[in-house]
Each structure stands twice: as structure tokens, then as C-alpha cells.
């Protein structure tokens, strides 16, 4: 069956580099996105990855390897606000979107 | 900045009862979706709707669930009759295409539904 696995939780240091990790089995692929979502809000759209490589959105990038099914979520000057849940979402052959358990981030001052 | 609007915020309901739940996506957007979230738990695809009809619907989707689009704004969802297992948040969400492409879904800010 289809499949993403993330860590389901991670902590970093305020000031600090994270890297979150997304693996994923589908059946098609039509790109992969990452999402945030703060405790009891909406998920809020950060990056589209459809091609091999590295995009970057400020102090966010993502990375996508397609013959490996992976892709990950860097964060860096990790600031309080960061803590959230992270979301990876494939779309698949169909273009639904599949989507991961979320990785639950928390920063330490 | 264009947002997906959803009412109620939090609705409580007995069980057995019938409950909608309202959404107003992004004017200029076509595809709209249901999801919902358990509490703790990964975000599942109900169903996608595009040009007045179902385009997809997940194994979740069942008999007790309908969606309707009732005028050029609202997009809705009806559960006929409510199951304690139904108590989730349920985010409406809307994107400009469905298909190929970043198909960005904006996502409303939610309605929690508390089945009792």
C-alpha cells in the first residue's frame, strides 16, 4: 500500500539547523509538499518539490530525490515559532494527496 | 491574502444526530476538498469535488457523508447521523487546479466536531 514514514518527533535547539527526514512508497508521483501545522490550526503550505534537487524559501528548504523516494525539510535560525507539526504529502498517480503522520518539532531556547 | 473561511469553529452534537459544516473556499479557486484530522492523528483525504460533481472519495466517505456546493460560494458537508468516531476536526481546503502542477491547497482554519 502507499506509505509515507517521518519521524513523529524531533527537538532542536533556538538558533540551530534542522533537518527533518520524509520516506515515501506511492503508487504515481506527482510531487511532494511540505506543510506546517501549528497545534489546533490549519496545515499552511511551505514548499513543492516535482524535480530532483534542492528548492529554497528563506530560512526553509526542501529536497527531493526521486529514485530513492525521499525528501527533506531543512530549517535553519530555528526561531520559537517553529515549533509546529511538519507535514509530508505525496501526490500520487491519481493526484490525491497522500500524507504523512507529521513530524512533531519542538525548539528549546 | 485570500483565505478559505469554515463555520462552525467547534460544534458539539449528540450522537445520531445530522450535522453541516460550512465552507467558503477562495472565489477564484475550482477544486475543493474535505479532510479531517483526529486528534493526534494524520490528516485523511474525505473527498474532492470539482465542476459541481464528486471527482474523488476516500473509503471514509460513506453513505453518512454528502458534500454540496448549494450556491456559487458555500461548499458544505452533511453527516446524516453522527458516530462517536466521528468527533475529528474537519478542514475545508481549495486550490486553483487539481491536477498536474503545484496543486497548492489552501486550507480553512477548520471546524472541530465533538460527538457525544
Known amino acids: 500500500g502507499q506509505h509515507i514514514d517521518q519521524p513523529t518527533e524531533m527537538t532542536a535547539t533556538e538558533g540551530a539547523i534542522v533537518q527533518i527526514n520524509c520516506t515515501y512508497q506511492?503508487?504515481?508521483?506527482?510531487?511532494l509538499f511540505w506543510y506546517q501545522q501549528h497545534a489546533g490550526e490549519a496545515p499552511t503550505f511551505l514548499s513543492y518539490n516535482v524535480l530532483d534537487g534542492l528548492e529554497e524559501k528563506g530560512r526553509f528548504s526542501s529536497f527531493l530525490s526521486r529514485s530513492k523516494g525521499y525528501s527533506y525539510l531543512l530549517l535553519k535560525e530555528l526561531q520559537m515559532k517553529d515549533s509546529a507539526s511538519y507535514l509530508c504529502?505525496?501526490?500520487?498517480?491519481?493526484?490525491?494527496?497522500?500524507w504523512g503522520a507529521g513530524t512533531k518539532l519542538i525548539i528549546k531556547p | 491574502e485570500p483565505e478559505v473561511t469554515q463555520t462552525p469553529s467547534h460544534q458539539v452534537t449528540q450522537m445520531g444526530q445530522e450535522v453541516i459544516l460550512r465552507c467558503v473556499p477562495i472565489?477564484?479557486?475550482?477544486?475543493f476538498y474535505w479532510y479531517r484530522q483526529i486528534l493526534g492523528q494524520k490528516v485523511e483525504f474525505l473527498v474532492s469535488f470539482y465542476n459541481n460533481e464528486i471527482s474523488e472519495k476516500s473509503e471514509i466517505f460513506d453513505d453518512q457523508f454528502s458534500v454540496e456546493r448549494p450556491d456559487g460560494s458555500n461548499f458544505t458537508l452533511k453527516i446524516r447521523s453522527t458516530k462517536l468516531e466521528d468527533s475529528a476536526m474537519y478542514f475545508c481546503?481549495?486550490?486553483?487546479?487539481?491536477?498536474?502542477?503545484?496543486?497548492?491547497?489552501?486550507f480553512g482554519a477548520g471546524s472541530r466536531l465533538t460527538v457525544l
Open positions: 504529502a505525496v501526490m500520487d498517480s491519481n493526484y490525491q494527496l497522500i
Open positions: 472565489s477564484n479557486h475550482l477544486y
Open positions: 481546503a481549495s486550490s486553483e487546479r487539481g491536477g498536474s502542477g503545484a496543486n497548492v491547497l489552501t
Open positions: 506511492t503508487s504515481g508521483f506527482n510531487g
